[in-house]
């Protein structure tokens, strides 16, 4: 006992007596030997977080289904809850082993990373997954916007907004070779082989991140 009164005791508890999930019994017993009625202490294990799905949604993309998955949810109605950077969100379906939730198209309005948790109906907490949040990548133009076919290979310079480093241009879907990129301006080299023949190709940017810029 570490304080008491005529209405209240106070004791730690040692850990090794919580080592494994069930139900302890908890009494109060007088120093005349006399014990109270019995109430249950809920031995809970924590949630574990393993995967979150999706991993990367885009700014301003509106709400979305969250889906987490691990172990030791809370499966008895209302179940598990979602925390969304300090945030709990409404739970759409629960299991013990997944929870889905809807994230407002408010909350993923700015870049950056948002901390998952998964929260217990005892208001245990699960580890710390990351969601990024980002911005996908604009092209704004094209330089030249044409070329002869079977000229030899093409300098294109690309602008926009929201580009990387480590950005990649694609010609029709595949990704050019020989790229420089220096803030939202991007220089490629087109081959000539990928200019052999007369139509239209397609052009875009991919982020590093995987975001793919609209097409021009």
Do not use: C, H, K, Y
Not at 33 to 48: D, F, H, M, R
Not at 74 to 93: E, Q, R
Not at 155 to 177: H, I, K, R, S, Y
Not at 190 to 212: E, F, H, K
């Amino acid at each position: 006992t570490s304080s008491f009164s005529g209405t209240q005791v106070q004791a730690t508890v040692p850990a090794s007596q919580i080592t494994s999930p069930g139900v302890a019994t908890i009494r109060v017993r007088n120093q005349t030997g006399q014990e109270s009625n019995a109430v249950s202490l809920t031995i809970g294990s924590p949630p574990v977080l393993n995967t979150i799905s999706p991993t990367l949604v885009t700014t301003g993309s509106g709400a979305f289904t969250l889906t987490a998955t691990g172990t030791n949810f809370t499966a008895t109605s209302p179940g598990a809850t979602i925390v969304f950077n300090g945030t709990s969100l409404l739970t759409t379906s629960f299991s013990a082993t997944q929870v889905q939730a809807t994230v407002p198209g408010n909350l993923i309005t700015s870049p950056g990373a948002a901390a998952i948790r998964v929260r217990n109906q005892n208001q245990q907490q699960s580890n710390t997954a990351d969601l990024a949040i980002a911005t996908p990548p604009v092209l704004t133009s094209l330089t030249p916007q044409s070329a002869i076919a079977g000229s030899p290979a093409l300098t294109l310079t690309l602008n926009g907004a929201n580009f990387d480093e480590g950005m990649q241009v694609l010609w029709n879907g595949t990704p050019v070779q020989s790229v420089t990129n220096q803030g939202d301006q991007s220089v490629a080299t087109i081959a000539a082989s990928l200019l052999a023949t007369a139509g239209t190709a397609t052009v875009q940017v991919r982020l590093s991140n995987g975001l793919i810029s609209q097409t021009l």
